[in-house]
């Protein structure tokens, strides 16, 4: 253990001692120990937990691009090495068929959500299932991951229903730009979102595309004057559905592919996920998709934030932007107080 030793105390003289920062292991046991305070120390730097991290450099011979970091770590353990090591293993982690975002939020409760016995209606909402509340803790746990910042809900909300006036309406729909490279149904042109979401999906799909990951819509826009007479002709006079993230041009739905390779009986899925929240097991197990894993570790660095129950549906609402979203709009803002927000 002479090597851990010198990580802590520093190997070159007494407690004052600068500890180098490049180091040399000569015996296999230091590779050990630095692999486990590689995963103990790397908290700040992924989002992967210690154990999970700990797990694969345990594995040696079993990846071999994250091998090979591993021992440039062991050659020159610099910051720099240790975070290609992390990201080698955040990558492999993404594209894994056996691991899940569940994980992220610690490998044990991660198990227990995946293996749990799920119910077919225990997704929130509709008819109660007997687990609810559970898919209710799940959420929680994947919020202590990556927090949500809803678009339209509660106090960091953009807009939220009672400020929507017809003003407001217009001045959004203004602000709507199509997303190149992300077509609609056959001459429809294509999916649309609020101009400066546009810019952040398609760095955010570029950097994706680097990582072996295919972003792709499924849903984008939802125009809020169809969505409007639609809900008015089912004789839903509060428009419930007109109020939507989509509506503000803020959301989108992603296709949820299978981990590469995988196959599914589902032939008409064609290697994706079918998206559906019944039965509630379904909608655990579509957050093995790289698409669902890749967003949790790097979705935020591009302003892009989860909704936890639909691991489909991401918005757009990084911090500050309410004021970037209404820089055109005369008067900025809507004056809001806290009981506008409250409930909503
Ligand atoms: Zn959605």
Redesign the pocket.
């Known amino acids: 253990m002479f090597g851990l030793t010198c990580l802590i105390a520093g190997c070159s003289g007494g407690p004052s001692a600068v500890v180098p920062s490049v180091r040399h292991y000569a015996h296999p046991g230091d590779a050990d120990a630095l692999a486990e305070i590689v995963a103990y120390s790397s908290r700040s730097r992924t989002k992967l937990p210690p154990d999970y991290v700990l797990g694969r450099l345990r594995q040696r011979g079993g990846v071999p691009v994250i091998d090979a970091a591993f021992d440039r770590v062991v050659a020159h353990d610099t910051p720099a090495t240790r975070s290609e090591l992390l990201r080698a293993i955040e990558l492999d982690f993404v594209h894994r068929a056996d691991t899940s975002s569940l994980d992220l939020v610690g490998t044990e409760l991660g198990e227990r959500f995946r293996s749990f016995d799920w119910q077919h209606e225990d997704y929130p909402g509709g008819d109660e299932g007997p687990n609810e509340m559970y898919a209710g803790t799940l959420a929680d746990a994947l919020d202590g991951v990556t927090p949500e910042r809803r678009a339209n809900r509660a106090a960091v909300a953009v807009i939220v229903r009672d400020e929507a006036t017809p003003e407001l309406w217009e001045y959004m729909l203004g602000q709507w730009r199509e997303v190149p490279g992300e077509p609609r149904r056959e001459g429809e042109g294509n999916w649309k979102l609020n101009r400066h979401a546009v810019g952040a999906y398609v760095e955010m799909r570029e950097a994706a595309a680097r990582d072996g990951v295919d972003l792709t819509i499924l ?1 984008g826009h939802r125009d809020p004057r169809r969505a409007r007479e639609n809900a008015a002709r089912v004789g839903n006079s509060f428009a419930v559905a007109s109020f ?3 509506s503000l041009g803020l ?3 992603f296709e949820l592919p299978r981990p590469d390779g995988e196959t599914s009986d589902d032939e008409d899925a064609g290697g994706r996920f079918r998206l559906s929240t019944r039965p509630m097991s379904a909608v655990v197990d579509m957050r093995r998709s790289p698409v669902h894993k890749w967003l949790h570790l790097y979705g935020r660095e591009f302003g892009w934030y989860p ?1 936890q129950h ?1 691991p ?4 757009y609402n990084p911090p500050g932007f309410r004021a970037v979203f209404f820089d055109e709009f005369p008067g900025g803002p809507p004056q809001r107080d806290a009981a506008s927000v409250a409930g909503t």
């Not at 489909?312 to 918005?315: D, G, N």
């Open positions: 849903s939507s993230s989509h959301a989108i739905d909704f639909e489909w549906h991401w918005e």
